[in-house]
């Protein structure tokens, strides 16, 4: 199968698309037929090394999420079966075949790329709300609001009842609105926008962009334990909380997948790239500057 595969650290110029032996479905776990994957900045982490606890030893095949078709199911796995439509996550996406360690059905209206855009996206948003203990009527502020994980964090918390302030790029405050955020800008006095903008006092808060705002989320929650970040390891130096792994990813995405059936959750999929152009969808993640997700479609 052809698979996107890397046999040295560095820049995307060391991405290859290769001829590889497909991987099969072990003691619970599925294989899908990968339609599309999505794009994680842990991708292009991993590509430069910046995850290694070593040399590379092997080449490694890229990517974390996928979206498909099940076509080989694993011993003890009863909740899927050949010919079923998933989502979710596993070791080397970016290929024609993939194996996956956690999934949920994707609901039959919901287009692949978008199934592909949403397992990271999703367990980090819940983890988020689980990490300050988020309630129903709390107000939540979200710095880097119009990314990936922004545009999954604004619909599951409205989903669970909470009020959203959304904190992003002049450009992106529609886009974030239409979401169901209340939104404001960057520019100085940012704080005190947000607080005009509360309609009860703001409880909880998370930085998604790592932008040095964990002092002024604080300010504003008054509480650190109620500040989370996902970006800036720093934070707890403040007293506030991290998130960076962990949590039940299979029970985030069974609620991902009842929120894309309701229709209170959708996956915003602004850049979609043929699995040729692995390279260049790393190169712009990196960047960060982008609003909602990129794929990379594998089969149509």
Do not use: C
């Not at 991993?46 to 030893?57: D, F, N, S």
């Not at 955020?181 to 006095?189: E, F, H, I, K, P």
């Not at 903008?197 to 509480?223: C, H, K, S, W, Y």
């Amino acid at each position: 199968m052809r698979a996107v595969q890397f046999e040295r650290f560095g820049g995307p110029e060391v991405l290859e698309i290769a001829e590889v032996e497909e991987p099969h479905a072990g003691p619970g776990r599925i294989r899908i037929r990968v339609h599309a994957a999505g794009v994680n900045a842990a991708d292009w982490k991993r590509r430069e090394g910046l995850m290694a606890k070593g040399p590379l030893t092997a080449p490694q095949i890229v990517g974390i999420d996928a979206a498909g078709v099940v076509d080989e199911v694993g011993e003890g796995v009863t909740d899927v079966r050949v010919g079923d439509r998933v989502f979710g996550s596993g070791p080397a996406t970016f290929a024609e075949y993939a194996v996956l360690t956690a999934w949920a059905e994707l609901p039959r209206h919901v287009p692949f790329d978008e199934g592909a855009a949403a397992p990271v996206p999703v367990d980090t948003a819940v983890r988020v709300l689980d990490a300050v203990a988020a309630r129903q009527g709390d107000t939540l502020v979200i710095s880097g609001a119009a990314g990936g994980v922004g545009t999954a964090l604004i619909q599951l918390a409205r989903a669970r009842g909470l009020i959203v302030i959304g904190v992003a790029g002049a450009a992106n405050q529609e886009y974030v609105q239409a979401l169901g955020a209340l939104s404001t800008t960057y520019d100085d006095g940012w704080v005190q926008r947000v607080r005009d903008l509360a309609v009860a006092e703001v409880n909880v808060a998370a930085d998604l962009a790592g932008a040095g705002v964990i002092p002024q989320l604080i300010e504003l929650t008054g509480d650190p334990s109620r500040v989370v970040s996902i970006a800036d390891a720093s934070a707890t130096e403040h007293g506030a909380r991290t998130t960076f792994g962990g949590g039940d990813k299979a029970a985030a995405l069974r609620e991902a997948a009842a929120l894309m059936e309701s229709g209170a959750l959708r996956m915003i999929v602004e850049e979609t790239y043929p699995l040729e152009q692995t390279p260049e969808a790393q190169r712009v993640s990196k960047e960060g500057h982008g609003r909602g997700r990129a794929v990379v479609e594998v089969h149509r």
